[in-house]
């Protein structure tokens, strides 16, 4: 079982739709959470943190859920800009040496005119 | 300013052969991780280091592979005898510290036939 499960998709939605991407994290003691987004052949790029309180940015909203270990993210009034692999990402273990970053498989949207 | 660079940007090899990947990250970043992400995968942890030190190789698939981190900088990820499993893309990144933002590099996408 991997540590960190995404929904399949791909996501196919028009223009200006509301879409919400799910994760689930198998390790408890996950210290942080994060959603990062990789356009086609680029690097993975940080779209945001995960706090516990939920958080927003624009268009975009996080939310976390320890006690059912469940990460979510959604993107309102979608743009084609949003096209792209999100990827679901979690920090494990509480020691202050590697901070490695563990990555859900990811989630493809496509956002269609 | 700029950002993380890796190099060769593509590396086609024959079975057997030894490749060596390079990093260059952010100037002064402490820390420097290494990934490897197979195609439609999220990224895999491979190793860690805080300045010139390895202090986490748990996620190296095999002896074949090893890094070093020369003075603290430029960093290189060598595989000896590759595979054609260890066809990827391998991505660098670096964090201004032990617990900061990870920037990536644009990766080096190995192909080995």
């Known amino acids: 079982r991997k540590e960190v499960e995404q929904d399949p998709g791909p996501f196919n939605v028009p223009e200006g739709a509301t879409v919400a991407f799910n994760c689930t994290y198998s390790?408890?003691?996950?210290?942080?959470f994060f959603w990062y987004r990789q356009d086609c052949r680029k690097e993975p790029k940080l779209l945001m943190s995960?706090?516990?309180s939920g958080n927003e940015d624009g268009r975009f909203t996080a939310q976390l859920n320890r006690a059912s270990q469940y990460i979510s993210l959604l993107i309102r009034d979608s743009k084609l800009s949003d096209s792209a692999t999100y990827l679901c990402?979690?920090?494990?273990?509480?020691?202050?040496?590697?901070?490695?970053?563990?990555f859900g498989s990811g989630t493809q949207l496509t956002v269609l005119p | 300013g700029a950002g993380v660079s890796q190099s060769p940007s593509n590396k086609v090899t024959e079975k057997g052969k030894d490749v060596e990947l390079r990093c260059d990250p952010i100037?002064?970043?402490?820390?420097l991780f290494w990934y490897q992400q197979a195609l439609g995968q999220g990224p895999e942890f491979l190793t860690y280091?805080?300045?010139?030190?390895?202090?986490?190789k748990s996620g190296l698939p095999s002896d074949r592979f090893s890094a070093e981190r020369t003075g603290g900088s430029v960093s290189t990820l060598t595989i000896q005898r590759t595979q054609q499993e260890d066809s990827a893309v391998y991505l660098c990144?670096?964090?201004?510290?032990?617990?900061?933002?990870?920037?990536f590099g644009p990766g080096t996408r190995l192909t080995v036939l």
């Open positions: 990402v979690v920090i494990e273990g509480t020691s202050g040496s590697a901070r490695q970053l563990t």
């Open positions: 100037s002064g970043h402490v820390s």
């Open positions: 390790n408890s003691a996950s210290q942080s």
């Open positions: 280091f805080q300045n010139e030190a390895q202090l986490d």
């Open positions: 990144a670096s964090s201004p510290a032990v617990r900061g933002e990870q920037f």
């Open positions: 995960v706090y516990s």
